[in-house]
């Protein structure tokens, strides 16, 4: 057998310290043969490559334990199970099974739910577009409405006309937690009064009654003390909302944002470093509440976490199918699976293993994806050995937004399967052919051959 002839190249040594912001290259000598004790070798024989794989253990384990750690600080806690974060049908029963509630933000989640068989008492609708349609079916299913904008309000009115009936509502809130990027696209702003304006508006026409507040503050927040501030700001102006109008608040809706252990581009220090415990967060929301609210009213605390309990669960199989230098000299090498199925690659850096041990020096390297576009690159700062073609790398900490962002772009979406509790492997989403993205085009007469 001959070997390909490569010439040598020559890399400038950096010396000097660390560049915190470039994450850092090590040693690469991550394998990872298994997910949740299923081989590699045997998902991949089975299912192909690329492949998502689903832990089930990991799942019910990370609910369980955010859920417990409200659940043993607070009386009254529900979560509600954030849609957008993962809506493959499997990943949301699961969730259902657990109690966790359907949060929803479009028709197309609300469809999804009902579905499921999701109950309307169980479902929350949140975003900032609701169809008069969707508005309609959610009031005649008792679903937890909260409003977005003055439109809405109309909109709820004029239903409420029509049936002849008070409709019970919450509204969205937005408001400074002390953390930037501070979120006000979404709902009624606090501070600037737009908020009470709000409540004034809805008490004058008397066809709605607000019975609870939301408010999501951000994604990713690494602050417990934000939450605090949230909480706060939250009861004090429910109680202002009850002096102004007779109304206490049923349900505080504090929303989601909890971090998972991704790690955002920019970060120098691994998750276990910068991540606070979910403790944390649990002691920071709770304190607040017990803080601030009155003598004997305990409302509903909703949380509506959706990465801290998929993301961990989620792993992605990729395969290596072709090896390059760039002009620079750095090695590159072009995987089955780019940013098409990994979207949130635009904003962290994964934890990323080989499938077996690999000898050999470990040099800067890129992974590209199979786009025919120069923005597919999944790591551009990973350092490993040389990697021969067909060798696998496993992605892990993927299982939020990935399958809700994904792209159906130049490839076919892949396989996702699932690994039970009991070890075996569920296909849960099969992978796509040319019937799925031509189902719904219509091809003219004049134009056939």
């Known amino acids: 057998m001959t070997t390909q002839y490569e010439k040598p190249v020559i890399q400038k040594l950096r010396s000097g310290l660390m560049n915190k912001f470039a994450g850092g290259t090590p040693m690469h000598r991550k394998v990872k043969t298994d997910i949740a004790g299923v081989a590699i070798d045997d998902l991949v024989s089975q299912f192909g490559s690329p492949l998502f794989v689903y832990s089930e253990q990991t799942l019910r384990r990370k609910f369980r334990a955010i859920r417990n750690a409200f659940a043993t600080r607070y009386s009254d806690v529900t979560f509600g199970w954030s849609y957008k974060t993962n809506y493959l049908k499997a990943i949301c029963a699961i ?46 299913d008792g679903v937890t409405i909260n409003i977005d904008h003055h439109d809405e309000i109309e909109d709820l009115e004029a239903i409420a006309t029509r049936l002849g009936q008070t409709i019970p509502v919450g509204i969205r809130l937005n408001l400074d937690a002390g953390i930037q990027p501070c979120w006000s696209r979404f709902g009624f702003n606090l501070e600037s009064g737009q908020a009470m304006d709000a409540i004034r508006r809805i008490a004058s026409s008397g066809k709605l009654r607000v ?65 606070p415990s979910i403790d944390e967060y649990a002691d920071a929301i709770c304190d607040a509440l017990w803080a601030t609210l009155k003598p004997g009213h305990t409302p509903k605390l ?39 199925l990994l979207f949130t690659s635009f904003w962290y850096r994964f934890d990323i293993a080989l499938d077996r041990p690999i000898s050999g020096p470990c040099e800067p390297s890129v992974i590209y994806g199979p786009l025919c576009m120069n923005i597919d690159a999944v790591d551009e700062g990973i350092s490993l050995p040389s990697l021969s073609r067909g060798t696998r790398l496993v992605i892990s900490t993927v299982g939020a937004y990935n399958n809700t962002q994904w792209l159906q772009f130049i490839e076919y979406r892949p396989n996702v399967v699932l690994v039970a509790e009991t070890g075996d492997v569920e296909l849960i989403r099969e992978a796509e052919d040319l019937s799925d993205l031509e189902r719904r085009e219509h091809l003219p007469e004049r134009l056939k051959v």
């Open 302 to 340: 909703i949380i509506e976490s959706g990465r801290a309990v998929i993301d961990e669960a989620g792993t992605l199989i990729t395969s290596v199918c072709g090896t390059k230098r760039l002009p620079d000299g750095t090695r590159a090498y072009v995987m089955d699976a780019g940013v098409n």
């Open 211 to 275: 019975k609870g507040l939301h408010s999501h503050i951000g994604t990713f927040i690494m602050e417990p003390a934000a939450y605090s501030r949230q909480v706060e700001k939250m009861v004090t102006f429910g109680y202002e909302i009850e002096q102004a109008c007779g109304w206490r608040m049923d349900y505080i809706d504090i929303g989601g944002g909890f971090p998972s252990r991704s790690r955002l581009k920019g970060s120098y220090h691994a998750a276990d470093v910068m991540l």
């Open 95 to 140: 969730l259902h099974q657990e109690g966790a509630m359907a949060e929803l933000v479009s028709k197309m989640e609300y469809d999804k739910a009902k579905a499921l068989s999701v109950p309307g008492n169980q479902i929350i609708l949140n975003g900032p577009y609701k169809p008069m349609a969707t508005l309609e079916t959610a009031v005649g």
